[in-house]
């Protein structure tokens, strides 16, 4: 991101909005722990029909923080990505606070569609613009809990320009906005971020759990509030869910699951191997069993195999059939007696003569 501010007096911004200096790079961002707690980003998939607001709605949120949106349409997990970049280059900011109530960012679609490690393509360009219009007009009254902190108006302000050819964008941080930092905030693994962008409930779940250092069991009903899940069919929620927290513990290293008693447990401690178990890497016979099926499937056969498990294709957009396979051995981990079930067909399979 290229920075264009200039001032004689200068003051970091992260400083004014976090009180102390964050350890920012390329693998990490910040954000409220208000926002990733509620449902300001839906877990919806962008393409899904977004609801919009034009009275004062409240949205749901964790504990007793009151968020309402008052205009503009459903903000999702790909506008968060972008917000968070754009976050980030404005913590890195100096301006002049006796002269500035507003950080400017700067930035070419390009670079932008770079950082967020997509190809500079005209269908990404496209999204890109939509979800920066969706950024622009999305208001929200917002009252955090813990402490006389409030927040009326959008997540940033914008300008869209044309130079030499590129597109471009300038965009306004209200200062303002720190009364949402300055109640908590936490880092996130961008890159985690990035690796789960066709999972935006992992996605979702990611940013929730993030803020909690040591996360308490959550009923997966609260959750559904948050994460904007409430109009799915329940068995449909539940293994969207199962889902979604493999994903996040493949990709993370946090232990997820769903107990039995719906409640969501989630370990942030990394596991140690008995000795044993270190020493003996090789994939196991039923891991290399289902490989080798899943290789064998073409598109279709993983479309019909994922619609078995009652898995809606239409909500998640997938570039490549190792999306797909990735996504039917997830849900199969997801659910123990399917799996045992399709292993025991491939076992007998294999030994047929």
Same mark, same amino acid.
């Given at each position: 991101m290229k920075e264009v501010i200039e001032s004689t007096s200068e003051v970091p911004v992260a400083l004014e909005w976090l009180n102390r200096e964050p350890r920012l790079s390329n693998s990490s961002v910040v954000i409220p722990n208000c926002l990733a707690r509620s449902k300001v980003f839906s877990s919806q998939p962008s393409h899904v029909a977004r609801t919009i607001y034009?009275?004062? *709605?409240? %949205?749901?949120?964790?504990?007793? =923080?009151?968020?309402?949106?008052?205009?503009?349409?459903?903000?999702?997990? *790909?506008?968060? *990505?972008?917000? %968070?970049?754009?976050? &980030?280059?404005? %913590?890195?900011?100096?301006?002049d606070l006796a002269t500035q109530n507003?950080?400017?960012?700067?930035?070419?679609?390009? =670079?932008? %569609?770079? *950082?967020?490690?997509?190809?500079?393509?005209?269908?990404? #360009?496209?999204?890109?613009?939509?979800?920066? &219009?969706y950024l622009g007009r999305? &208001?929200?009254?917002?009252?955090?809990?813990?402490?006389?902190?409030?927040?009326?108006g959008n997540l940033l302000d914008l300008e869209r320009r044309t130079k030499r050819g590129e597109t471009g964008y300038k965009v306004w941080l209200d200062m303002r906005l720190s009364a949402l930092f300055l109640t908590g905030w936490s880092y996130l693994n961008f890159e985690h971020r990035l690796k789960l962008r066709n999972s935006p409930l992992a996605q979702w779940l990611l940013s929730h759990y993030s803020t909690h250092k040591v996360p308490v069991a959550i009923n997966n009903e609260v959750i559904r509030k948050l994460a904007d899940r409430t109009k799915m069919r329940e068995d449909k929620w539940l293994a969207a869910l199962r889902v979604g927290l493999n994903e996040l513990s493949e990709t993370t290293g946090w232990t997820c699951e769903l107990d039995a008693e719906g409640k969501i447990r989630v370990s942030k401690k990394k596991v140690s191997l008995p000795a044993s178990e270190v020493e003996n890497t090789e994939k196991s016979m039923d891991e290399r069993l289902l490989e080798a099926w899943l290789l064998t499937l073409s598109i279709k056969q993983l479309e019909k195999e994922l619609s078995k498990l009652g898995f809606e294709l239409h909500q998640v957009h997938f570039a490549t059939p190792l999306?797909?396979?990735?996504?039917? #051995?997830?849900? $199969? $981990?997801?659910?123990?007696?399917?799996?045992?079930? #399709? $292993?025991?067909?491939? &076992?007998?399979?294999?030994k047929a003569p």
């Open positions: 034009t009275t004062d *709605t409240e %949205l749901a949120a964790w504990g007793g =923080d009151k968020i309402y949106q008052v205009g503009g349409e459903q903000l999702t997990q *790909t506008e968060e *990505t972008i917000w %968070l970049v754009i976050v &980030r280059a404005a %913590l890195s900011s100096k301006i507003k950080v400017l960012v700067e930035f070419r679609e390009t =670079d932008m %569609l770079h *950082t967020l490690d997509q190809a500079v393509t005209s269908q990404y #360009r496209a999204s890109l613009r939509s979800s920066i &219009r999305a &208001r929200f009254k917002i009252e955090v809990a813990s402490g006389d902190h409030f927040y009326e999306e797909l396979q990735n996504t039917l #051995r997830r849900l $199969l $981990l997801a659910k123990p007696e399917l799996l045992e079930r #399709r $292993l025991v067909a491939l &076992r007998k399979k294999t």
